[in-house]
C-alpha cells in the first residue's frame, strides 16, 4: 500500500469520525426529508412516524434514478465547447475536461420542458423522494465501494494527500484517489456538478408543478426559492471550469463524503425549503420579499465577484482584470491576493454563498426551523471547510501565510469572525 503524504493529519476525527458520518449523514438527511413534510415540520425530535420498508424500497424509483445519472451521463459525454486543462498533478501531468455542464442543464431543460408537454407527470415526483433518496443513498455506498477498490489497484501518484490511512473505513470515507476515470469520464467531476446540482433544481421545479396543481397557482415564497436556486446552479454550470481549482478536485480524494454529498445530500437536502413550502405554505407579502431579493443579490454579488476574482488570478495574474491587485509573494512560486475581494476577509466566497443560504431560507417565514437547516449547516461545513483549507494554506505557504492574516485577520465575516 502507498505511504500518505507526511504531515497529512486526520481529518473528522479520523477512522471513528469518519464511521459515524458515513452513517449520520444519510440519516440525518432521512430525518429532513420525513420533516419537511410532517405537520410539525420539526428540525429536532423525532419525525412522527417513521417510514416502513415499502416507503423506502421502489424498484421505479431505483429505475428512474439510473436513468436520471445514464442521461447526465451521456450528455457529460456529448461533444463539449471547451475542453478545459486541470492543475498540474504530482507527475507534473494534467488532465482534460469536458466544459459543458450549462449545454446539460439546457438539454435537460428541454427534454423535461418537451416531457411535460407530452404528458410527463412531473408532479408525481416529490411523492417519490423518499425511495428516490433510499435509491441515490444505495448508490452512493456501492459506487464508494468500488472505487475504494478501484483505488487499491491504482499507482500511489494517483492518490490523494489525504484518504489513505490504511484504514479502510477513513479512506473509505475520505476516497484514496483523487481523480478516478475512466477514459474522459472523470467520476468526481462529473457528480460535483451534473446529476446531483441539476437533479435539486429538478426536484425544485417538481415541487412547483405539484403546488400549482394543488393550489391553482404558485406561491410568490416556492417561484422566490426556485429561482434563486436556479440562480445558482446555473451559474456553477456556466463557470464549471472554476470548480478545476477548488478543493474538492484538487485535494480531496473520492469517497463516501463526495459520493453521497454530490448524489444524495444536494438534491435531497437542498432542496428541503421547497418541500417545507409544498406542505407548509407561507404567505409573502411583496416588500419582503423585494428585501430577500436584495439579499440574494448582495450575496451573488460577492461570490461571484471573490471567486472569479481568484478564478482569473491563478489562470492568469497578468490578466488586465487582477493585475492591478495587491499581493504577496510565496516560497512557492505563487502570490497570494491581499487586495480586492480576498483583501476583505481570508474567505469572501464563503460570506456571499452565506448570505445567499440566508436569503433561501427567509421565503419560508419564521414560524419553522427546518427550512433553515440549510443555514446552520452550510455554516458549520464553510467554518470547518476554511479552518481546514487555512491548515493546508499554512502548510503550503509558511511565513507568506502568516503575512497575510495579518493583513487580513479575518477570516469570513469582517470585524466578526
Ligand atoms: P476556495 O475556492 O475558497 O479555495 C481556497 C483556495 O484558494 C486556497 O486553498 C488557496 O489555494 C486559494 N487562496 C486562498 N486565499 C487566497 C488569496 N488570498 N489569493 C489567492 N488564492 C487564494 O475553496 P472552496 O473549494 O472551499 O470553495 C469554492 C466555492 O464553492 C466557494 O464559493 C464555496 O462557498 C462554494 N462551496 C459550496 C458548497 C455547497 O454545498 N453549496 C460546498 C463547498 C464549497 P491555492 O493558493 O492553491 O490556489
Not at 445519472?69 to 504530482?90: F, I, N, V
Not at 419564521?366 to 467554518?383: D, I
Request: glycine share 8%; hydrophobic share 50%; charged share 15%.
Amino acid at each position: 500500500m502507498a505511504p500518505r503524504d507526511p504531515g497529512t493529519p486526520l481529518e473528522f476525527g479520523g477512522p471513528l469520525g469518519a464511521a459515524a458520518l458515513t452513517l449520520l449523514l444519510p440519516a440525518t438527511m432521512f430525518h429532513l426529508l420525513l420533516g419537511a413534510r410532517s405537520g410539525p415540520a420539526r428540525l429536532l425530535g423525532p419525525p412522527p412516524s417513521l417510514p416502513g420498508p415499502e416507503e423506502l424500497w421502489s424498484p421505479r424509483a431505483l429505475l428512474l434514478w439510473l436513468t436520471w445519472l445514464g442521461l447526465q451521463a451521456a450528455l457529460y459525454l456529448l461533444p463539449a465547447r471547451q475542453m478545459a486543462e486541470g492543475q498540474e498533478l504530482k507527475d507534473k501531468s494534467r488532465l482534460r475536461y469536458p466544459v459543458n455542464g450549462f449545454q446539460a442543464l439546457v438539454l435537460t431543460a428541454l427534454l423535461v420542458g418537451m416531457g411535460l408537454l407530452a404528458g410527463l407527470p412531473l408532479a408525481e415526483l416529490p411523492e417519490m423522494l423518499l425511495p428516490l433518496a433510499f435509491a441515490a443513498t444505495v448508490t452512493a455506498f456501492i459506487f464508494s465501494l468500488l472505487l475504494y477498490l478501484k483505488s487499491l489497484v491504482a499507482p500511489a501518484s494517483a492518490l490523494a494527500p489525504g484518504g489513505n490511512s490504511g484504514n479502510p473505513i477513513y479512506d473509505f470515507f475520505l476516497g484514496r484517489e483523487l481523480n478516478p476515470r475512466i477514459s474522459l469520464l472523470d467520476f468526481k467531476y462529473f457528480c460535483e456538478l451534473r446529476p446531483g446540482l441539476i437533479g435539486w433544481v429538478l426536484i425544485n421545479l417538481a415541487l412547483l408543478v405539484q403546488e400549482v396543481e394543488l393550489r391553482g397557482s404558485p406561491s410568490l415564497a416556492m417561484c422566490l426559492v426556485n429561482g434563486f436556486q436556479l440562480l445558482y446552479v446555473g451559474d456553477a454550470l456556466w463557470h464549471e471550469e472554476a470548480v478545476l481549482t477548488t478543493m474538492d478536485i484538487t485535494h480531496e480524494g473520492f469517497g463516501f463524503m463526495l459520493a453521497f454529498g454530490d448524489l444524495a445530500w444536494v438534491p435531497f437536502t437542498y432542496s428541503l425549503q421547497a418541500q417545507f413550502l409544498l406542505h407548509h405554505p407561507q404567505p409573502l407579502a411583496l416588500p419582503m420579499a423585494a428585501v430577500i431579493c436584495f439579499i440574494n443579490v448582495i450575496g451573488y454579488y460577492i461570490f461571484r465577484g471573490a471567486n472569479s476574482q481568484k478564478n482569473t488570478f491563478r489562470k492568469n495574474p497578468s490578466d488586465p482584470r487582477v493585475a492591478d491587485l495587491k499581493t504577496i509573494s510565496t516560497a512557492t512560486g505563487r502570490q497570494l491576493l491581499v487586495s480586492g475581494w480576498w483583501g476583505m476577509v481570508r474567505h469572501p466566497n464563503y460570506l456571499g454563498d452565506l448570505i445567499m443560504a440566508l436569503a433561501w431560507s427567509l421565503p419560508c417565514g419564521v414560524s419553522h426551523l427546518l427550512p433553515y437547516f440549510y443555514l446552520f449547516y452550510f455554516t458549520a461545513l464553510l467554518m470547518h471547510r476554511e479552518a481546514r483549507d487555512e491548515r493546508r494554506c499554512l502548510q503550503k505557504y509558511g511565513l507568506a501565510w502568516h503575512e497575510y492574516c495579518r493583513h487580513v485577520p479575518y477570516r469570513i465575516v469582517p470585524y466578526i469572525y
